[in-house]
C-alpha cells in the first residue's frame, strides 16, 4: 500500500519519504471483498485454514480473518533467506 522512496544520499529509514498508493478505505473495502470471496467459495460448517507468512502479512492476514465469516483455524509460518539461492 505504500512506496518507500529513500533520500539518494541516505540509506537510512530516518530520511524516507512515504507515498500513498492505496487509502485505507480502499484496503479495507478490498479486504472485505476477498473475505466475502473465500466465505462463498468455500461454503460449509468446517473450519477453513488459514496460514500467515510472518513478519510482513499479520496486519492484512488479522484484518482478513476477522472478515471471514465462518469458523477458521489461523497459524503462522516464519521464512528465512540465507542469501544468494538459498531460503
Known sequence: ???????PESSSMANAKLTVLLSEQQIQ???RELA???DRDY???DPIYL???L???????ADL????RRPLHMDFIG???YGKNKS
Do not use: H, N, Q
Open 43 to 45: 461454503p460449509g460448517e
Open 65 to 68: 480473518a476477522r472478515a471471514i
Open 55 to 61: 513478519k510482513g502479512a499479520v496486519l492484512f492476514f
Open 51 to 53: 496460514v500467515c507468512v
Open 36 to 38: 466475502a470471496a473465500i
Open 79 to 81: 521464512i528465512s533467506s
Open 1 to 7: 500500500p505504500y512506496t518507500l522512496i529513500l533520500d
Open 29 to 31: 473495502d478490498r479486504v
